[in-house]
């Protein structure tokens, strides 16, 4: 692309950010007193390995830290008050990258700040109205990868389109045939194509519209505890129409995405732009910054895509797995790219693709494996000779070092829990640090020594810290139900201490969101409560939950999803049918999706549940996409149709079409600052409940998004959806 060309392009979507500084942090000037009951997450490690960065609320708010990695000392880096999301520290280890969420929200900003807490700034999301989340860094360090979420352009204002490359990559490809019938009826809805992740887009259609969920997030959950994923587009789905208009006809948003000096020397670089997409994340740059690897497309048909950052046309596009947005890294030489991928496959493996000088792909190889588990996460050593991978078998993680470069068998590493959550990692030796969450324990951050076993950092909670003393945290156990049509499902089934073997008890369905996400076996503070009060909880995986291979996310698309609806149903009746439950003392809860799927439980089985909490959930399809951010509409018309085209659908997949049926007490909880799914959707239900007499209530907190991240907010939530099942359970 001209020179010229380019300015205009920039100038016609926005101005480039531009880092704005800020006062120095705290450094290592101040470190408060920590609460005893905390979590640490998301590490990254600095070039040597000895230092960590952190995410962690012992101040009751996630914030910036850093730490030794084999020591006690360490520091709160940035005391602000606005929760800290992502966090990556730069290969020069001159700089630490962090995403944050001004006022709980969910549009973030990406700031930098030296390791000793001088030369803070803003580097992407500083505009009003905009958003930006991080990228990688380059090798050398000298800039990091931005994208920025843009309102659409002011009417009139054109985007000045450049000629597309020709596509010399393959195409990810359709659905499999015969996949609508593999467990039920379901429809693919929503037009084709995406956008070109090019300057423009324009260009060739990459593949189908499909699916995408509202909940982010590895192993926690997002209403009680850290936040493991990425809230914000890149949570979301691309571009409805192919980067043509918006849902509702006009300009579509726009994401782009820049490389970036912190220091502010260098003028950003352009590497890629999409409009009406909700997913574009740059994850590596090659060595020698010829080739980029970026990941886009809705959840379910996510594509790795290798720009040539010359003239930012397309090398190659190949499908890729959901969940950890890290998908794989180039070669020293640029002439391989390792990738966490599901091409034509139902689990995520490693491949290995082969590049040529354009990038353009021209071999392809499975480079590791397991049948029925996926790959979920990669990380590898700087060298590029090793990687270490963690798979998902049934919920539980599994981790193992490979080498890249000979024939050695994988390297099993031992886990002192039962999730892993992050990898990265750490100094020239080969060390690894992990993010490590189980039923017993906080959220922690571990430091694996090359060829040794892994070590709790001191500054993690201690496992006999993870609750206060005399009620210890319950080992969940595995269940696999049958829905009526005869689809296998999941999930894990918490029993409270104290009651007799044999004995039913009160039991509470609880719904993750997504519906992409997948149950898995960690401490949750809130089940915690739930059980302290002598409920039972179950947890399942119905149809659309990963973890469970392609089908089986496949399985809730379109009609679908009145399938998933049942499954909910049908997980009751396993717990009461083996025992376990108390038909007469049931209760139904979750958030996002899982706050929908609480909704339509509750008018689709009335008779089923005696009260229900629904967490920012949507009650009306067609106000959610009416209030809902761009991005995330535009990612939702592929997992529940198109709101204008498929309004009738729409409708009756809606709980508040059949508010009529609602007959039992209903919780609804939302964050003030929610723009993922607004707080109108609990408002609406709440009133509609009272106007046909039942109890009714809505719990808003304050300075919170989609995500609940603040202490003292988690503990009122869970205390007050305690409280409600109690009393509506007559405990």
């Known amino acids: 692309m001209a020179a010229d060309a380019r300015d205009r392009l920039i100038g016609a979507m926005s101005a480039a950010p531009v880092p704005v500084p800020l006062a120095d942090a705290a450094g290592t000037r101040d470190t408060p007193r920590p609460l005893v009951a905390h979590g640490c997450w998301y590490p990254s490690a600095d070039p040597t390995g000895e230092w960590v960065a952190f995410i962690c609320d012992r101040t009751g708010v996630p914030q910036l830290w850093t730490g030794l990695a084999d020591g006690s000392e360490i520091h709160l ?59 990688c860094w380059t090798r050398d360090g000298s800039a990091v990868a931005v994208t920025v979420a843009e309102p659409p352009p002011p009417t009139g204002l054109t985007v000045l389109p450049e000629p597309s490359a020709p596509d010399h990559g393959t195409a990810f490809g359709d659905l499999p045939t015969g996949w609508a019938e593999r467990d039920g009826p379901a429809t693919l809805l929503g037009g084709t194509g995406h956008g070109q992740v090019g300057p423009d887009g324009s260009g060739p259609d990459h593949g189908t519209g499909a699916p995408a969920g509202h909940g982010t997030g590895v192993a926690g959950r997002a209403t009680d ?11 979301e789905g691309p571009g409805l129409d192919g980067g043509g208009s918006g849902l509702d006809g006009g300009a579509p948003d726009r994401l782009t995405a820049y490389l970036v000096d912190p220091s502010g020397l260098g003028s950003p670089v352009l590497v890629a732009a999409e409009s009406g997409a909700a997913t574009l994340r740059v994850c590596d740059v090659s060595q020698d910054g010829r080739l980029a690897l970026v990941r886009r497309g809705p959840r379910g048909r996510r594509e790795a895509v290798v720009v040539r950052t010359a003239d930012l046309s397309t090398g190659s596009v190949l499908r890729v797995g959901d969940g950890d947005p890290w ?16 091409h034509e496959r139902q689990f995520a493996a490693l491949l290995a693709a082969t590049l040529d000088e354009d990038g353009g792909r021209v071999g392809l190889s499975v480079v590791a494996e397991r049948e029925g588990s996926d790959l979920e996460l990669l990380a590898f050593a700087e060298d590029g000779r090793t990687a270490a991978l963690a798979w998902n078998v049934r919920g539980a993680s599994e981790l193992e070092t490979l080498s890249l470069s000979t024939a050695a068998r994988p390297r099993r590493v031992p886990l002192p829990h039962e999730v892993v959550t992050r990898i990265t990692r750490a100094g020239p030796a080969g060390g690894t640090v992990l993010a490590l969450s189980g039923s017993q324990r906080r959220p922690g951050v571990w430091w694996a020594p090359p060829g040794g076993l892994s070590a709790r950092t001191p500054w993690s909670s201690r496992d006999e810290d993870a ?10 156990v595995p269940l696999r139900p049958t829905a009526r049509d ?16 044999g004995r039913p008890g009160p039991c509470v369905i609880h719904l993750h969101g997504g519906p992409e996400e997948q149950e898995r076996p960690v401490f949750d503070p809130l089940y915690h409560e739930l059980l302290g009060r002598g409920l039972d909880v179950f947890a399942p995986d119905v149809r659309g939950s990963s973890g469970w291979g392609r089908s089986f996310v496949d399985a809730d698309l379109g009609t679908g999803r009145f399938a998933a609806i049942d499954d909910v149903a049908d997980c009751a009746a396993h717990v009461v049918l083996d025992g376990l439950a108390d038909p007469t003392r049931l209760a139904v809860m979750g958030r996002s999706y899982g706050g929908y799927l609480t909704m339509a439980s509750l008018v689709w089985h009335p008779e089923l549940f005696r009260t229900g909490v629904a967490v920012c959930g949507m009650s009306d399809l067609s106000t959610f996409f009416a209030g809902t951010e761009p991005w995330i509409a535009e990612s939702a018309a592929h997992k529940y149709g198109h709101p204008v085209r498929d309004r009738e659908l729409l409708r009756s997949l809606s709980p508040m079409s059949r508010v009529d049926a609602l007959r039992v007490p209903l919780l ?11 707080p109108g959707e609990s408002e609406q239900m709440v009133r509609a409940a009272r106007e046909r007499g039942l109890p009714a209530e809505m719990l808003t907190l304050r300075d919170e998004g989609h995500e609940f991240r603040r202490a003292d907010n988690r503990r009122l939530f869970r205390r007050t959806a305690a409280d409600w099942m109690q009393r509506h359970l007559g405990l």
């Open 467 to 476: 609750v206060p003393p005399g009620r210890p945290p319950v080992r969940p």
């Open 668 to 678: 609804a909880v939302h964050g003030e600052h929610d723009t993922n799914v607004p």
């Open 486 to 501: 005869g689809v296998r499902l999941g999930g894990w089934y918490y029993r409270a201490a104290g009651r007799d073997a």
């Open 327 to 342: 998908i794989g890294r180039f070669s020293q030489d640029g002439r391989t790219l390792w990738l966490r991928s599901d």
């Open 225 to 235: 505890g850290p936040v493991h994923g990425t809230a914000g587009p890149d949570g």
């Open 77 to 135: 880096l940035d005391a602000d008050p606005d929760p800290v999301t992502e966090v990556s520290w730069s290969p020069d280890g001159r700089w630490i990258a962090y995403t944050v969420a001004p006022g709980g929200g969910e549009h973030t900003r990406v700031l930098c700040v030296r390791p000793d807490g001088t030369g803070r700034r803003i580097v992407a999301g500083a505009d009003a109205g905009s958003s930006a989340y991080l990228g």
